[in-house]
């Protein structure tokens, strides 16, 4: 069966210090890949997606990135946090034609950025 | 906006009664989803109907989908304490760039009392 990790569960940081969020995916091969960020009491905005090694779409202009160096490998990343970054982040994947795009989520990391 | 809407934004009810929600959207859509978040946990998927369809049934979910509105609702009938959770639809491009992605709402916060 197929599994998402995502790591860590919460995550506190200092304004100006790097930031790195993995998720991986297991039992599955080629998924698309999305990384979200929901704040508080928010719908959930999209920031990246990634439909294979290298592909990277961003949604969103700020001061995060996004790389897939492995098939089922997706990290979110920053040189410098803001204020701002505080929130949810969500990892997801989904295979298949987009007629049925399901997402299936990580449970989240909660991200304090002070 | 591609997004979906919700409404209400907060529903509260005691067990046992029906819980219906609402969603609108804008765009020609291929599909429209429900998802599920319980409290700082990632997203379920709860159901998916198609564009050409107007109704499902999955359990005590009935979701209905009109698209000459572009609207559809959820219905969790019998609720129960555990079904308390915040409850978004996500609609899926029918064409473009956009194709695979998902477009989130900001969700109903459903609480049901025991």
């Known amino acids: 069966s197929q599994t998402i990790h995502q790591w860590p569960a919460t995550l506190v940081q200092p304004v100006g210090s790097p930031l790195s969020l993995e998720c991986t995916v297991e039992g599955t091969s080629n998924p698309n890949l999305y990384w979200y960020r929901q704040a508080a009491g928010r719908g959930l905005q999209l920031l990246f997606y990634?439909?294979?090694?290298?592909?990277i779409s961003s949604e969103v202009p700020q001061n995060l990135s996004a790389s897939r160096p492995q098939d089922r490998q997706f990290i979110l990343s920053s040189k410098k946090l803001l204020l701002s970054d505080s929130g949810f982040y969500l990892c997801a994947w989904s295979v298949g034609q987009a007629a049925k795009n399901i997402q299936y989520f990580g449970a989240g990391t909660r991200l304090s950025v002070l | 906006s591609q997004q979906g809407e919700e409404d209400p934004q907060a529903l509260s009810i005691q067990e046992g009664e029906n819980a219906t929600m609402n969603c609108s959207y804008k765009t020609s859509i291929n599909n429209l989803q429900w998802y599920r978040q319980n409290s700082g946990r990632g997203l379920v998927h709860l159901i998916l109907?198609?564009?050409?369809?107007r109704e499902k049934h999955s359990g005590r979910l009935r979701v209905t989908l009109d698209t000459s509105k572009k609207s559809s609702s959820l219905l969790i009938t019998a609720s129960r304490a555990a079904d308390t959770a915040s409850y978004f639809c996500?609609?899926?491009?029918?064409?473009?760039?956009?194709?695979?992605?998902?477009?989130f709402g900001r969700g109903t916060q459903l609480t049901v009392w025991p």
């Open positions: 990634s439909v294979g090694i290298g592909q």
């Open positions: 996500a609609t899926a491009a029918l064409r473009g760039s956009t194709l695979g992605r998902l477009y």
């Open positions: 109907i198609r564009s050409n369809e």
